[in-house]
């Protein structure tokens, strides 16, 4: 069953879990330019301490948190108790839970999530996701929990909010197939041959987007757009079968929703995610004018499409298929990628070698069907365990 959640009052009170990270700034972008509607009443971070006390003294929360305890009192210190800072797992579960806050933006990098997600559900606390890992390795958990407790799961990615706007107004009954669109990133068209010369620099050079290191090197694999395959599964209830990726260089259609009748609904925007922070920050009503950047038709005189080329770009395929399996295959390959993808930017493991080192892990994993938090956590360890066995064994560089 999709996640449409019934329309309500408009919410204030933001907290915001991975601060410090390219969509926490930028959602503090978006609730500078609304100050005057949206309270900022928590932040987390892990170790970027100075951006985490410069946030704090802008937007003086009610509580922060960061990683260690010893950050904690060096927070403490600087801020002259003027804000309340907690540490760890505790300290983010707190800010997601604190009882002003309505509205929680998720973008804490991976499984660190999972858990404060979870809290900020059973606090009957509005989610707007932004880290993929929560719906992929605990899609089916979350979305229970959602259910359950009737909380809104509000998507922040831009492909996801895309569809989400498109489907304003109709019944998931109505979806006939969902395009998520897809740069094709910076080696679109290169071949077997030409991966194995890839550089960390060339995998960093999004043509497109400004993420950080690690969603842009999912970009360059396509792994990032099969995360945004289960996600979508997730989000909407829509089988796989109906969710196409189609290649879109320029990045200026977001997405686009076929409906049983024909239709194609689909939305349009810069490259810029703070739009779709904004609308998930003031869904259902609309947000007051800002000077973010503008789409001009002008800049693009001619728009692109194109399948994704599976075969060479492994990555897609790999999703598509732990998304069909089901259980905890996608948590496995979550945390498989999340080492490939480290060891990459390390040195240690070739960019044309994270694909088979993925298909590797999955082919060794028995999966467990219908799994509970403890068993994807498992299965988590087991996939990051089996990942750096594997690259450190075969020195796959």
């Not at 019934?6 to 915001?16: A, H």
């Not at 977001?254 to 239709?263: I, K, L």
Request: charged share 20%.
């Amino acid at each position: 069953m999709a996640l449409f959640a019934k329309r309500g009052n408009l919410l204030t009170n933001i907290s915001v879990l991975g601060s410090t990270g390219s969509i926490g700034t930028q959602t503090l972008d978006v609730l500078r330019a609304h100050k005057t509607v949206l309270k900022t009443r928590g932040l987390s971070a892990g170790s970027n301490l100075p951006l985490l006390e410069k946030q704090a003294l802008t937007y003086l929360p009610d509580l922060i948190s960061v990683k260690t305890e010893d950050n904690a009192l060096i927070l403490t210190k600087r801020l002259k108790n003027k804000v309340e800072v907690m540490w760890g797992e505790e300290g983010n579960i707190a800010v997601a839970t604190l009882p002003k806050t309505e509205r929680i933006v998720i973008a804490t990098p991976g499984l660190p999530g999972i858990k404060p997600t979870l809290a900020a559900i059973r606090k009957k606390k509005t989610i707007a996701l932004a880290t993929k890992e929560v719906l992929v390795a605990a899609g089916v958990v979350i979305t229970q929990e959602a259910k359950k407790q009737s909380v809104q799961i509000l998507p922040i990615d831009s492909e996801h909010s895309a569809i989400f706007q498109c489907l304003q107004g109709r019944k998931p009954e109505e979806i006939s197939r969902i395009f998520l669109t897809c740069s094709g990133g910076p080696f679109r068209g290169f071949k077997n041959e030409d991966l194995k010369k890839v550089t960390v620099e060339q995998a960093l050079n999004h043509p497109s987007w400004k993420m950080g290191r690690k969603i842009t090197i999912d970009s360059a694999t396509l792994m990032n757009k099969g995360f945004e395959v289960i996600e979508a599964h997730w989000l909407f209830g829509v089988p796989y079968d109906k969710i196409k990726v189609i290649v879109h260089p320029q990045s200026v259609v977001h997405s686009a929703v076929e409906f049983t009748d024909g239709t194609i609904i689909a939305q349009i925007g810069p490259s810029d995610m703070r739009l779709p922070i904004q609308y998930a920050l003031f869904y259902p009503k609309k947000s007051s004018t800002n000077k973010f950047k503008r789409f001009h038709f002008d800049d693009y005189p001619n728009m692109t499409f194109d399948h994704p080329d599976i075969k060479t770009f492994r990555c897609l395929d790999l999703a598509y298929q732990a998304g069909r399996s089901g259980g905890t295959f996608p948590a496995v390959l979550s945390a498989a990628n999340d080492i490939c993808v480290s060891s990459f930017l390390a040195g240690s493991l070739s960019f044309h070698n994270i694909w088979p080192v993925l298909e590797k892990v999955l082919e060794k994993h028995k999966t467990i069907n219908n799994p509970d938090l403890e068993d994807i956590l498992d299965a988590d360890s087991w996939g990051r365990a089996e990942a750096s066995q594997l690259i450190a064994k075969h020195k796959m560089i």
